[in-house]
């Protein structure tokens, strides 16, 4: 092929190259993706990298070169000429790397994975149109303390400028180079940092001493950080949200968590807050499912009629967090109210809170709509405070309303158990337990439910009342947890008639309660409410364990049900399991 023949295909070759960088600048401008070179100067200046001397010749991959030293703007990210005056350069360049004297090696400096190109910007430009994959380079290492990758793009430097100023005040990417903060957007690492002021401030207030900037940093890592990403890790958060990285889920948590506790008043546990999130944003289709079941059904069943969680959900969820820690009842809901003079409720919450090293999550709901802080309220909180801070414990107390109810089953997914006196339990006709709002919460409520009748409990004496059902299981369960956690003294009562097997459930509870000293007590069948009352007076027990309620919604409000005859009858305190 003589050299004008050559030089003539080369500048068809410049014509096509054009085409492509129009087409792809149409592109680029529908999918709103950047097209343009990113500029040495630019990054170097930004990511504050600091150049070498030393230069060694090598093969480098052409898909990593992602900038130029001052010709950024003649060639699309690519490296398709964007001007027609390039034409006679270019095509001379194409004739020369088609012909036999080849292409000598261009200069670059190189950022981490990402290669600039000081000189050979045309030789590039050619080399990638040839379809070639590498090209022969001496190549100059520049050194930053985040690393660069060929995928970087111009509004990547805001993200790379932030994590370079995260690294230099926080020595991270020292002292805990294991950890991943990698992070696709913007404004992430300002936030981080903010995280670390916060909590040095208030390590300074809970030590009563100045504590160092260093001191702040490692702390926050190793006791803030790095156990919510453990728990993102543990619990497959990254399957449910594929597109954030971890650190992007420890700010998203983090920042749900704080809006849930604005929200609610009470603090929220890591644990609740991912399991919220996840609940609530999640993509997944079971969950995405699940949300719209419980739309429509919310929608359509009176609450009175609502079936509630699976027996055992909650002890489910409580056991995850059992591997760390010894206590079921960490958070428990007490409902305060006007009818409770005495505040049974809460004074049994501080017996049962002094067990488990638990704090209060107070609640006050009511009818009214007026949420604004009256008078009342304000004497309600001065003395729930008081009545706290008196027993040495942790404690909130919200205000809301709405029906009692359903605000207090909402606000219990946030809490362990729920403890509420009772002056009217549930009616001995159809429609005074339709009206109960009682017995819709212990029917809807997602947790076990502690009801104080006319006293509290010291609960040093357990009567479980069993059945073998599921729901008597957890109360099984809670039964032996006790025994073996509190030392609470337990009488197990198994009346028998002609719905159980008795031997067979009898066998069943003293195989579960093997080893933990329990007192064993068969019954003849009879009024079984009056049955279970007169044991607990006979044993000297302080508190009943009984599971809630058998029967469907419908077949309990007309038939009635045992425990809604033994919250009628007794004095002593009922926990009801679900």
Not at 20 to 37: C, D, P, V, Y
Not at 111 to 137: W, Y
Not at 158 to 174: N, S
Not at 403 to 422: E, F, G, K, M
Request: with cysteine; proline share 5%.
């Amino acid at each position: 092929m003589s050299p004008q023949t050559q030089y003539f295909k080369a500048t068809e070759d410049f014509r096509r190259a054009r085409q492509k960088a129009a087409i792809e600048g149409i592109l680029a401008r529908l999918s709103g993706e950047s097209t343009e070179l990113l500029s040495y100067e630019e990054v170097r200046q930004k990511l504050r990298a600091v150049e070498s001397n030393k230069t060694v010749l090598r093969d480098i991959p052409l898909d990593a070169i992602v900038g130029s030293v001052g010709r950024n703007q003649d060639f699309t990210r690519s490296f398709l000429p964007r001007f027609d005056s390039d034409q006679e350069r270019w095509a001379g360049v194409m004739s020369a790397a088609t012909g036999p004297i080849g292409l000598p090696p261009i200069d670059v400096y190189q950022i981490g994975e990402a290669f600039f190109v000081l000189d050979g910007n045309h030789r590039v430009s050619v080399a990638r149109e040839l379809g070639a994959k590498t090209i022969q380079a001496f190549v100059r290492e520049v050194r930053t303390r985040v690393n660069v990758t060929p995928d970087l793009k111009p509004d990547d430097l805001i993200i790379k400028a932030e994590e370079l100023e995260f690294f230099e005040r926080t020595q991270l990417d020292k002292s805990r180079p294991e950890t991943d903060f990698s992070t696709s957007l913007p404004g992430q690492y300002p936030i981080l940092l903010e995280h670390i002021e916060v909590h040095r401030y208030f390590m300074g207030l809970d030590e009563h001493r100045d504590i160092s900037y260093e001191e702040a940093v490692l702390h926050w890592h190793d006791e803030v950080y790095m156990p919510i990403v453990t728990l993102i890790r543990d619990r497959g958060i990254l399957r449910h949200f594929p597109e954030r990285s971890e650190m992007e889920l420890y700010l998203w948590i983090s920042s749900h968590r704080a809006e849930l506790e604005k929200n609610l008043n009470w603090q929220i546990s890591p644990e609740h807050a991912i399991g919220d999130l996840t609940y609530q944003f999640s993509e997944e289709f079971s969950l995405r499912f699940s949300r719209l079941l419980y739309g429509i059904l919310d929608a359509v069943i009176p609450d009175p009629l609502e079936s509630g969680p699976a027996p055992g959900t909650w002890r489910a969820e409580l056991e995850k967090r059992l591997e760390k820690e010894d206590e079921l009842f960490i958070n428990i809901l007490t409902l305060i109210s006007h009818n409770d003079p005495n505040w049974l409720a809460l004074e049994q919450s501080i017996i049962l809170a002094n067990q488990e090293s638990g704090q209060i999550q107070g609640l006050h709901v009511t009818q009214t709509g007026d949420e604004n802080s009256t008078e009342a309220h304000d004497q309600l909180k001065v003395e729930f405070e008081a009545r706290c801070q008196a027993a040495g414990l942790s404690g909130a107390l919200a205000f809301t309303s709405g029906s009692v109810a359903r605000v207090a089953c909402d606000r219990s997914y946030w809490t362990d158990i729920i403890v509420t006196q009772v002056s009217y339990p549930p009616g001995d006709h159809p429609i005074a337990r339709f009206a109960s709002g009682l017995r819709t919460m212990i029917r809807r409520c997602p947790r076990p439910m502690l009801v104080v009748r006319k006293q509290t409990s010291p609960l040093r004496h357990a009567l479980l009342a069993y059945n073998g059902t599921p729901k008597s299981k957890e109360a099984l369960y809670l039964a032996a947890y006790m025994r073996e956690n509190w030392h609470t003294e337990l009488s197990v009562l198994i009346i028998e008639h002609s719905e159980i097997d008795a031997d067979a459930i009898y066998n069943e509870a003293n195989a579960y309660l093997e080893g933990l000293d329990a007192n064993f007590i068969r019954h003849a069948s009879g009024t079984r409410s009056d049955i279970i009352l007169a044991v607990a007076e006979e044993v000297g027990a302080d508190f009943i364990l009984i599971g809630g309620y058998k029967s469907s919604s419908m077949v309990e409000v007309f038939l009635g049900s045992v425990v809604d005859a033994v919250l009628r009858k007794t004095e002593i305190p009922l926990l009801i399991c679900r």
